[in-house]
């Protein structure tokens, strides 16, 4: 061994052991964040080479700018840009990281509600037919008498996943939520339980009332087309025809009929 590299083991000695110190100093916190970054990246490249096998972009050519005579050059719509698919989060490795059930208090490192819509159920407590169904938003609107400020504006906002529209391709995608987060935000906006079947039971009432008015309605304008069909229009107006004129000595009176029954008496002068 020649002098130099002599002279190096101890420096090397002493960046291993600079090198064994920094790792022993991260927490358990760090090491799992690191995993977690690595896993993540991990997952957005397989998602990039998926969607490009040769890993090159597709290069498109520019969009020509059409002059329409305002001023003003017509932007791109929105339709027309590509969209990329999200890849779904990584799974928590962090122990001290991981959210807790709602349902069975364990925790858990992701799950289908969580990821989709921020709510603490893991996969095996998840109920599709019962409180984590997934309704729409107009019948979110309708049975728990919401406006579209409570699902969008007031915070925070409520998620919701797209599905295609199954009455017709036309149609735009339909917004779903989850049941039990739409549930909390009305007993939220109305304060509690009774108070929302309140305002249900009014509502229902209004409802009635305002049905009832309108069947009184139709039935008064039709009794009115029945009563106007039956009218005889030839006994509106009546000429008399007065048959041959009677004459009474013991009054001096002349008298008249006519075939309906009237009978008219004068006298002469």
Not at 99 to 107: G, K, S
Not at 134 to 140: G, H, K, Q, S
Request: one cysteine or more; charged letters at 35%; aromatic letters at 6%.
């Amino acid at each position: 061994m020649t002098a130099v590299e002599s002279s190096d083991v101890p420096h090397l000695e002493v960046e291993k052991a600079e090198h064994t110190s920094t790792a022993a100093e991260l927490s358990a916190a760090q090491r799992a964040r690191i995993e977690r970054n690595r896993l993540r990246a991990r997952q957005l490249r397989d998602a990039r080479l998926v969607a490009r096998p040769n890993n090159r972009e597709p290069i498109t050519a520019p969009i020509a700018a059409t002059d329409s005579g305002g001023g003003f050059i017509p932007e791109v719509e929105e339709s027309s840009l590509p969209v990329r698919a999200v890849p779904p989060p990584a799974p928590i490795v962090d122990p001290t990281e991981r959210p807790q059930c709602l349902e069975c208090d364990q925790l858990f490192p992701e799950s289908y509600l969580f990821d989709t819509f921020g709510y603490n159920v893991c996969d095996e407590c998840r109920d599709d037919d019962g409180a984590h169904a997934l309704i729409t938003r107009t019948e979110a609107k309708n049975s728990f008498l919401l406006k579209d400020c409570d699902l969008d504006l007031r915070p925070p906002a409520l998620r919701f996943v797209r599905r295609r529209n199954p009455h017709g391709s036309r149609l735009g995608d339909m917004r779903l939520y989850l049941r039990a987060q739409v549930e909390a935000r009305a007993r939220l906006v109305w304060g509690s339980d009774e108070a929302l079947e309140e305002e249900r039971a009014r509502r229902e009432e209004a409802r009635v009332r305002a049905r009832h008015t309108q069947t009184s309605r139709r039935l008064r304008a039709l009794r009115m087309d029945v009563r106007s069909s039956l009218f005889d229009k030839s006994r509106a107006l009546h000429e008399h025809a007065f048959g041959e004129e009677k004459y009474d000595e013991a009054t001096d009176l002349y008298s008249r009929s006519c075939a309906c029954g009237h009978t008219e008496t004068y006298e002469k002068m």
